[in-house]
């Protein structure tokens, strides 16, 4: 059974930092790709970002609203997925998701992806 | 940016069918995928590629998609169904993954 636990979410000042992590079991995580997707309080789903597996370069890739400020890592030794969060602002507010990305190729210019087992979330609040 | 639609309720009562929605320019292109949320949980995958159910999905959930719009049907609607459903899609490039705005389904 495919199994995703995130971790670290909590209160945070605006400007501050935050390191979110997600344990994964019950699959293959070295050759997944990962996702993170958030949810603001009473609102929709959004992607933030994501990371291939090594095997496919292990790149990332990131939303407009986070480029720059989220970096998305991975540790296959321990199957765990980081969201390092810099400069957060209030509207980072959200539940985050981990979330394994089953991905194909066609004629697009990039890959296809989609969002297939999710973690529980954790809550991160930025506020003063 | 690209936009998938939504509309943002639809009710029905048990042993009905439901259908919910979700148009978007690059959907002749594109899969849609369907998500459910129930209050205070984590999304569920129901609907992958269109028209394909997940092990352990119920039979009653089913999608299809023609043209610009995509659809998740629900037939026989238990009121355990009731919940925010959101599609997934990308943009013709696959650059921009973009959920609906969700449609809030109510069963009673």
């Known amino acids: 059974e495919v199994q995703l636990v995130e971790s670290g979410g909590g209160l945070v000042k605006p400007g501050g930092s935050l390191r979110l992590s997600c344990a994964a079991s019950?699959?293959?995580?070295?050759?997944?790709?990962m996702s993170w997707v958030r949810q603001a309080p009473g609102k929709g789903l959004e992607w933030v970002g994501h990371i291939k597996s090594k095997t496919d370069g292990g790149t990332t890739d990131y939303a407009a609203p986070v480029k720059g400020r989220f970096t998305i890592s991975r540790d296959d030794s321990k199957n765990t997925l980081y969201l390092q969060m810099n400069s957060l602002k209030t509207e980072d507010t959200a539940v985050y998701y981990c979330t394994t990305a089953p991905y194909y190729y066609d004629s697009s210019a990039y890959p296809n992806e989609y969002f297939q087992n999710w973690g529980q979330g954790t809550l991160v609040t930025v506020s003063s | 940016s690209y936009e998938l639609t939504q509309p943002p309720s639809v009710s029905v009562s048990p042993g009905q069918t439901a259908r919910i929605t979700c148009s978007g320019d690059a959907l002749p292109k594109k899969y849609a995928y369907w998500y459910q949320q129930k209050s205070g949980q984590a999304p569920v995958l129901v609907i992958y590629?269109?028209?394909k159910r997940p092990s352990g999905i119920p039979e009653r959930f089913s999608g299809s998609s023609s043209g610009t719009m995509a659809t998740l049907t629900i037939s026989g609607a238990h009121v355990e169904d009731e919940a925010d459903y959101f599609c997934y899609s990308t943009d013709s490039s696959a650059n921009h993954r973009v959920f609906g705005g969700g449609t809030k389904l109510t069963v009673l």
């Open positions: 590629e269109d028209s």
């Open positions: 019950g699959f293959s995580f070295t050759n997944a790709w």
